[in-house]
């Protein structure tokens, strides 16, 4: 059974950094698109970044130039890199697998940006 493991959120107060990383096991991480996304309450799921199996990344305008994903296809990890953090980025935060066939979720790492 696929499992994707999130790790790494937390409190921080604004402006301050924190790293997120995923962890994966039975699922080879070369063969799919990696993404994070992110919920607020009473907000719909939006993509944050993403990182193509060729390294491509694609980041939403609100975190541009403050986030950064990385991946580590030979042991299963992505790691989102959030700098000069923001309340409004408060949410939790999901790993994503995808490709053409399979469609994985993490259960999420909570994020919490306040003073």
């Known amino acids: 059974q696929v499992r994707l493991v999130e790790s790494g959120g937390g409190l921080v107060q604004p402006g301050g950094s924190l790293r997120l990383s995923c962890a994966g096991t039975?699922?080879?991480?070369?063969?799919?698109?990696m993404g994070w996304y992110r919920q607020a309450p009473g907000k719909q799921r939006e993509l944050v970044a993403a990182i193509t199996g060729g390294g491509s990344t694609n980041y939403a305008d609100s975190v541009k130039g403050r986030f950064a994903v990385s991946r580590d296809n030979d042991n299963n990890t992505v790691h989102l890199q959030m700098n000069s953090l923001k309340p409004e980025d408060t949410a939790a935060y999901y790993c994503?697998?995808?490709?053409?066939?399979?469609?994985?979720w993490g259960r999420g790492s909570q994020v919490t940006v306040s003073s």
């Open positions: 039975r699922i080879i991480f070369s063969r799919y698109t």
């Open positions: 994503n697998a995808r490709n053409s066939f399979y469609d994985y």
